[in-house]
């Protein structure tokens, strides 16, 4: 990366000592931005560091827009210097007074063409002005209450759309044509859009770059490889991905544990890595990508890779496991989670007491998160943190199981089949359904959560997609989409992995939302014992 600094202010020393230096520099690079913030960040410590980025001086009308004029040339090559070409210029008469002195306009004509440009200049600078975007701090706790009313506003909505709709298909024929009368079902479906509208640009402003949360872990590992005598280099990308900010404040523990880990576990001393062919320098990589409504986090290392076998022997050690049990390589590895578990031989300042790896996981699980880890032996491991995107409001659709309402999130779902009693009993202990010629494994909602009643002749299978696989859910009846306020549950359910929350319906009663994600996984786990 070259740069040419062309200007420099140096920190002011004729302040207080309880004042901050600061230090201003005009960058011009080729580089990537991104690259820029991590350089600055890992210079300046726990100080601040502020990038802007500002246009390219306009050039000379009839340059040709990206040609240079001859005076820059000159300067860059270093065949005059800024003074001397400076001292040149001053000697140029405007081309004003040319034209005057060779008579081809009057003095009155060039002072009605200045005034012109200078009005123009003025209009300019004001049209800028009221176009530029202006910002001011607002209190996290303003935008939580802010969040809450709106979802409490949208319950209203939602209590106003299904009165609208009941009194529209019971009401006797007088009744209607009063309900058309004063127009009643304009005004819902446009209090409905106004408060959708509300309810995004709220939720959009809590939205946050994760790339702040990034940065601060460059002098982390800076410290570390100090520390473990070992070169480690942190590499970012996807900083401009944005999430919800009261997600972003509980990442950064979890994150910690998780580059402490590799940097401690993962990768390799210098000396190793080179006799393995690797460069002296290990790389932490973190990285954030948008997938579907939710944020997917990828912490990854290059370095030796979990220790399949002897994490499986301490598991058998600790009775975790029972001997002789086969598992898969995801099931062992996700074993690194659990309280107090850890393979190392020696407890260091950074690592060795088992305690950190389950604090990532409860962490991640309280955000309605989920964790996957995947490992290969000598090249690294990759740990993916999948979180939704807000904790506050999200798009559902609405289903019945016995009488009782379900929220499934719109996000994950894909389409709707529906299901005969006759086909569900040909695939009789095998819960598939066939979708345009692929066979999709189903869950049977029912049976799933214990409850009784006659099953419909027609029932709806539901088909999600989800990073564990692609599964459907069995339900009654689908009734469609519904804006969902998101509460948490309460301490006796909190540990229900079947639900992530509730909901307050239009008519008062209380839905729970379901996680598909873990779900998904609680049934493959079973199907696999």
Known sequence: MTESARS??????????????????????????????????????DGQATIEEVAEPAKEEGTGGGVQLLGQILVERGAVSPEALNQELAKQKPIGERLVEQGLLSRDQV???LREQRRQKEAAERRVKSEAVTSIRVSSLKLDKLVNLIGELV?????????????????PDRLAEVLQAFNLNAISEEVSRLTN?????????RML?????????????????????????????????????????????????????????????????????????GTIHLSAEHVGGHVVIHVRDDG????????????????LVPPGTELSDKEIFSLIFLPGFSTATQVTNVSGRGVGMDVVKKTIEDLRG??????????????????????????????????????????????????????????????????????VPFIPLRQRFGMAGDRPAIEQVVICHTREARIGLLVDAVIGEHKTVIKPLGKMYRRVPEFSG???????????????SRLTRQEQAERLH
């Open 111 to 113: 002072d009605d063409a």
């Open 502 to 516: 509730a909901t307050i319906l239009g008519d008062g009663s209380i839905a729970l939302i379901i996680d598909v």
């Open 304 to 319: 030796g890779g979990l220790r399949r076998e002897a994490i499986l022997a301490k598991a058998i050690e600790r009775k």
């Open 370 to 439: 989920t964790l996957d880890i995947a490992s290969v032996p000598g090249q690294g491991t990759q740990v993916d943190i999948t979180l939704p995107l807000t904790l506050a409001i999200i798009d559902g659709l609405l289903v019945t199981l016995a009488g009782q309402s379900f929220i499934l999130p719109l996000s994950v779902v894909e389409e709707c089949i529906q299901l005969r009693q006759t086909d569900h009993d040909t695939f009789t202990g095998k819960n598939l359904v066939e979708v345009r010629g692929q066979m």
């Open 155 to 171: 319950t209203v909505q939602e209590r106003l759309a299904q009165a609208t709709a009941t009194l529209r298909e019971t009401s």
């Open 8 to 45: 420099l202010t140096p920190p002011s020393t004729g302040g207080t000592s309880g004042e901050a230096s600061s230090l201003e520099l005009l960058l011009r690079t080729t580089a990537d931005p991104a690259q820029v913030r991590d350089l600055l960040a890992s210079l300046v410590g």
């Open 209 to 281: 770059p994760i790339e702040a949360t990034f940065s601060k872990f460059k002098r982390l590992v800076h410290d570390l490889a100090v520390g473990l005598g070992k070169e480690i280099e942190l590499t970012t990308a996807g900083g401009e991905t944005e999430i919800d900010k009261t997600v972003i404040d509980k990442l950064d523990e979890p994150l910690m544990h998780l580059i402490r880990n590799s940097a401690d576990h993962g990768i390799e001393p210098p000396a190793v890595r080179e006799a393995a062919g690797k460069p002296r320098k």
């Open 197 to 205: 509208g509300l309810r995004d640009n709220a939720l959009s402003i």
